[in-house]
């Protein structure tokens, strides 16, 4: 019963290493009295048992490993500590296995020594702005070091830059400074355009005034203009109101009537209005006066 047992076990044993199931997610290496023969995909396999091995198992999947944080130095000499993620996938299972030791912690060795001489050649603000520059130029260089090694570097990305306290302090101060800088702009810019404003109505405010003093000066004299018309039109059509009355009969009788009224009006006012009394000389030649006025009235109807 014993020896039955013995017997069972031992053909378990033997299917046990005879059949190897490999999963969707991995690859393995097989290895033949300690020689390396083939990587097995994922699917069902024979072995031949105390022949063939399992001798590495590797994941296919991408992986993502931590960078530590390290001291850089940037190119204007700031210290900064910066950490990341490299993220990497296996593609040769062979070269994984016997190019190198340990993938993983050659893939994050390196991404430090990369990470530290790229941030070399960036001062402390382009670590900043640059970081997607940074990133691919880290990925470029782990790529071209690790394809000994089987695998692919898809990505890297820098987690954390993290300058020092004095650093940190100074930039605070240097911000402070700028935003101080920024205000003391706006209010200029603000005062500048208040000027710029006030100069500007007043401006137009004159511009106004001597508009309507213009329009006012325009119109003044269109009214002067349409008075001296109107005046000239009065006087015309007086003036010829006189001539077609002149020319009827009696008209310079009536004429000369009106005149001699007229001029005694006025000698009476000038005699009331005066200082000293006046006593015309010539009486007589009052008539004459008249005679004159009555030809110059004949000369103007002629005409």
């Known amino acids: 019963m014993l020896t039955i047992t013995i017997v069972f076990l031992f053909v378990i044993f033997i299917i046990y290493k005879l059949i190897l199931i490999v999963p969707m997610r991995e690859v393995c290496v097989i290895e033949r009295l300690g020689k390396f ?19 590495y198992r590797h994941d296919t999947r991408e992986e993502v490993l931590d960078v530590p944080p390290q001291s850089c130095i940037s190119k204007d000499n700031t210290q900064l500590e ?4 490299v993220y990497l996938k296996v593609m040769d299972g062979q070269l994984a296995s016997y190019g190198i030791e340990n993938y993983r912690r050659a893939a994050v ?15 402390l603000s382009d670590t900043f702005s640059e970081r997607e520059s940074l990133n691919e130029s880290i990925v470029r260089e782990i790529d071209k070091a690790s394809d000994p090694w089987g695998i692919k570097v898809l990505r890297y990305e ?48 004159a511009i106004n005034l001597s508009e309507g003093q213009k329009q ?74 008249f005679e004159g006025m009555e030809k110059v009235t004949h000369t103007v109807k002629e005409r």
Do not use: W
């Open 37 to 55: 023969r083939c990587v097995l995909p994922p699917g069902f396999h024979f072995l031949i048992p105390f022949v063939d091995r399992v001798a």
């Open 82 to 85: 910066v950490d990341g993620l």
């Open 109 to 123: 060795n390196l991404a430090q020594t990369t990470m530290r001489s790229e941030i070399g050649k960036l001062s």
């Open 158 to 205: 820098i987690r954390n830059i993290t300058p020092s306290r004095h650093v940190i302090h100074t930039l605070e101060k240097q911000m402070e400074a700028e935003r101080s800088k920024r205000a003391e702009i706006t209010l200029a810019n603000a005062e500048k355009a208040a000027m710029i404003n006030l100069s500007e109505g007043e401006r137009q405010e």
């Open 216 to 289: 006012k000066r325009i119109n003044e004299a269109k009214g002067t203009a349409q008075e001296i018309a109107i005046v000239a039109k009065a006087r015309a059509q007086g003036m010829s109101m006189v001539a077609n009355a002149l020319a009827l009969d009696g008209g310079n009788e009536a004429m000369n009537m009106q005149l001699k009224e007229q001029f005694i009006e006025q000698l009476g006012g000038i005699l009331k209005q005066a200082d000293v009394s006046v006593v015309p000389a010539e009486i007589a030649k009052l008539e004459g006066f």
